[in-house]
């Protein structure tokens, strides 16, 4: 027993030294992890989303904040979650870390990030700041899944489909959203395009799949509104398909819900008809009423580029408006002025110095002729906008003629029946202007002379002795 008591002593001692190094192992083992997490940790302590106050050095100067360790990095228990939620680039310092460290780089990687993430921001305190970050780490992982899905490849700067003339915007911050998938426009991460004629934006994903023309074009070949009011034909007679892509609709929402459009009165799909709202030339015609109606995508997008287009002849279409719109007539008599002023600008050479007629540039017509109207015109009657404003253009236009101008004074008239008075002029509102010579003359003197006009009596008096004279000759 004596001999064999050293015996298992050794034993027993050589079982604890190997315990003693078994456990030295694993402390080093825990060690290095610890100081390889350490490390990047320290790698990443300027952190974006700390909002510590910065400190000063002893000199004057400023140190950056000390981050404190996390819990779950340094602690003694590293759990499976705590990994797992690093791994996925959850940590607090996620998004400063350098490149290459911990990020997930593949979509399905950052798709159980994006999971991680929801399930980090349910288990934090409410409203608390650490809620916050995770939700802005939570907005830069998908802005990064939608990357990874649609990447930025170079595109065209001009492609023309369907006679659209698409240009690549470069604008990456104003949200717009695709004409043809109907989904928000990233432009921070996506390529997008839009029509320099009708502005039909969509994603460069979306172009190859676009159907619908230029409404350019047919405003282009066809500058003509729908008179009708709504001119509904049914679905039946659409065959319960859309009116533009065809796609199968009905008043029950199955499939697709049927929107009408006010200004064609056809049904079109929710893809087709945003119910977007726009004034319908038709309700303003017949009903001088401006309320704006559901109208689908092509209507709106055709009413925005003929708003401004005069294409309204009111005294064919519908006389009697004018007999209960007093704007109406108040317009057309400034605008009857603005045609007999006209001759005086274009042979006065202080008039076309001035440019005084481009005052009415943004409404051309209105010194071509006096009875065709653009919608945008009819809006501005009914608003007042625009008595205001051509009054203020007749003022000054009467005001050069009668009082600025000495060359367009000498080329006014002198009433040929009292030959009393002042200075007449044709747009004067107390004068009557011959249809035949275009003499001007008092318009009370005018209708009470029983005679013909003076002017036309010598100027056919001149014309019968010239004839004579021919024939002596």
Partial sequence: MFINYPIATSQTHHGEVRQHHGGELRDVAEEM???????????????????????????????????EARPELFSGSRTHSSDRTMYLGLAEDHFSRPVGSF?????EQLQMAIEECKKLILELPEHSERQKDTVVKLIHLRLKLQELKDPEEDEPNLRILLEHRFSKEKSKSV?????????????????????????????SKCMNLITKPCV?????????????????????????????????????????EARQCDYTGQYYC???????????????????????RKVCRSSMRYLALMISRPVLKLKEINPLLFNFVEELVEIRKLRQDVLLMKPYFITCKEAMEARLLL???????????????????LIDISSGRLSCSLTEIHTTFAKHIKLDCEWCQAKGFVCELCKEGDILFPFDSHTSVCHDCSAVFHRDCYYDNSTTCPRCARMTERKQDDESDVKDT
Wanted: hydrophobic residues 25%.
């Fill in 359 to 377: 005052q009415l540039h943004d409404r051309q017509h209105f010194v071509e002729n006096n009875d065709m109207y653009s919608l945008q015109d």
């Fill in 103 to 107: 990020v997930p780089s593949d979509i």
């Fill in 216 to 256: 350019r074009s047919k405003v282009s070949h066809q500058s003509a509104y729908e008179l009708s009011i709504c001119p509904e034909i049914g679905l039946d007679r659409q065959d319960y398909r859309c009116a533009e892509c065809r796609t199968p609709i009905s008043l029950r929402g199955v499939p697709t």
């Fill in 33 to 67: 992890e610890y100081d390889e997490k350490l490390t990047l940790f320290r790698q990443a302590r300027l952190n974006p989303f700390d909002r510590g106050e910065e400190e000063d050095d002893p000199q004057g100067g400023k140190t950056p904040p000390q981050h």
């Fill in 175 to 203: 949200k717009q959203t695709c004409d043809k998938c109907s989904a928000i426009i990233w432009g921070l991460i996506q390529t997008w395009y839009t029509c320099t004629g009708c502005y039909y934006r969509c994603h």
């Fill in 270 to 292: 929710s893809t087709c008809h945003w119910n977007d709202t726009a004034i319908v030339p038709a309700r303003v015609i017949h009903n001088w009423e401006f309320e704006p």
